[in-house]
């Protein structure tokens, strides 16, 4: 801090910082507070304390399947977003001097709302394809996490020791064994950053999925969705638990890997 | 082969899907929304406008996504300017609450407050308990949820688009203008404030573009009567299956949002040659 600074705007800063954090924070805490209340109902502050409604969830095939779905179609999107997103990165550190308008055009769908772009895919898959299945919500989501991938790897390309390929190249190697001993090891820390962002991304995902969706074709958030709009239970919040609990997770991971701080204010 | 090969080679397979999945779909919907029975016709455009109930689906979303943006302005300057003064560790903690949040599905953050919102939830009954709402008083189905749902959502993209800025300031000048005899507040009003506009300016074209298109949050905290653009697209599409009102729709929504996006691009690029 500034020295200085006045002793009422520290105290005014503290207690600023805990109201935010429990703005940010309420939903969470809400509904994981519900998913473990014993009342039939939806209550908050829970009333007892019992687990009966992650046995019913689990129980549940409905939440199961939905589950296994986004699982999958997660790790699939992570490995599709990384491939593209960091031959991409590596394309566009390389084409630094024609790369701006290329990188904008990469990195667009982080700032064109999914919907404009999901209502356009659901009508050229029908036309093409006619019902929506597994691969249609898998080209969706990697459009979406693609662009994490590429920030994130351009940001760690960017900060690498460009001398060390020239190096390679003097040294004989050939164009694939640079890419593979040299730059490939130098966009890892990116990568990985990324590859954590493209599966939460893909995890979480409502919009696309929500559009794409049919009676076969339900992810988990979409499961929730249909529940809120149709009738809430403490399932729903049991389930939404284990969803905020694998964010929890994989950011830990990132954390304890990377740092947060490296990626988040970048 | 020669590097700039190599380049568009690494290129070409990110550039193909976004082609494929991203640009030919933006084309479609936008054909579509001039699409007719015989040929290309302004129709649906007409039906929008001309109708007592959609021009004002657009102003709610419009005036919504304004309140929204201001709020996450208001909160989120104070909050990232906390969080690029304080002790590394410190701001580590503040990082998590503000990305944990933002990394949970927005169907859940929306969850929690229905719970929150609702007749017997934590806010309405406690209100009542003070005598400060009446019986039948209740947060859920009205503007004010959405505003308070959607803050929620959108204020971690203020945040961290403003301590991107914040971090590189040199405190160094702040301590200028306090040896100069600036006050506190003056310093953060004619130093600070000036010099975070840039993230201020991305934050705010951020939160409102993504207020005035998500429906997740709209949809159920505001329920059917209280309908926003995007939640009309949505409906449009699932239950109606009028595509080409959806997509009509959808490209309001598009220009809209080119115009707030096409200066500032342009605004962006000019430093940079």
Known sequence: MVRAVPGW??????IFVLLAALFLLAPLIVVMGVSVSEAQFIAFPPKGFSLRWYEKALNSPAYVDAFWLSLRLAALVTVSAC????????????????G???????????????????????????????PTSFHALWLAHTVVALPYVIRTTLAVLAERD???????????????????????????????????FAFNISFDEAVLSLFLRNPNLVTL???????????PDPTVAAVSTLMILITVALMLILERMLGLTRFASG | MTDRR??????????????????????????????????????HFNRFFQDAYYPLVLWRTVYLSAIITLICMVIGFPLAYIMARSTPRIRLWLVIMVILPLMTSVVVRTFGWMVLLGRSG???????????????????????AITLGMVQVLLPFMVLSLLGVLVRLDPRLEEAARTMGCSFLQTLRTVVLPLAAPGLLAGSILVFTLSASSFVTPSLL???????????????????????????????????????LIPYLKLGARPHG
Not at chain 2, 122 to 137: N, Q, V
Not at chain 2, 229 to 247: E, M, P, R
Request: with cysteine; net charge positive.
């Open chain 1, 83 to 98: 491939i593209l997103g960091g031959a991409a990165a590596i394309g566009l550190s390389r084409a630094r001097r024609s």
């Open chain 1, 100 to 130: 701006g308008v290329v990188e904008t055009f990469f990195l667009s769908p982080l700032v064109l709302p999914s919907i404009i772009f999901a209502i356009g895919l659901l009508m050229v898959w029908s036309a093409i394809f006619g």
């Open chain 1, 162 to 196: 460009p001398h060390l390929e020239e190096a390679a190249r003097t040294m004989g190697a050939t164009r694939l064994q640079r890419l593979w001993f040299v730059t490939l090891p130098q966009c890892r820390p990116g990568l990985l950053a990324g590859a954590f």
């Open chain 2, 222 to 260: 505001g329920g059917a009567r209280i309908e926003m653009l995007a939640g009309s697209i949505y409906k449009n599409v699932t239950q109606t299956l009028d595509w080409n009102f959806a997509a009509a729709q959808a490209v309001i929504l598009f220009a809209g949002i080119a115009a707030l």
């Open chain 1, 9 to 14: 705007v520290r105290i005014g800063a503290w």
């Open chain 1, 221 to 231: 958030p979409v499961q929730i969705y249909g529940q809120l709009e149709f009738s």
């Open chain 2, 122 to 144: 934590l806010i309405a009954s406690s209100l009542r308990d003070l005598g400060l709402a009446g019986r039948s008083f209740q947060l859920m189905q009205t503007e004010t």
């Open chain 2, 6 to 43: 190599e380049t568009w080679l690494l290129l070409s397979p990110g550039l193909v899907l976004l082609v494929v999945a991203f640009l030919l779909p933006i084309a479609r919907m936008l054909v579509l929304s001039v699409q007719g029975p015989d040929g290309t016709t302004l129709v």
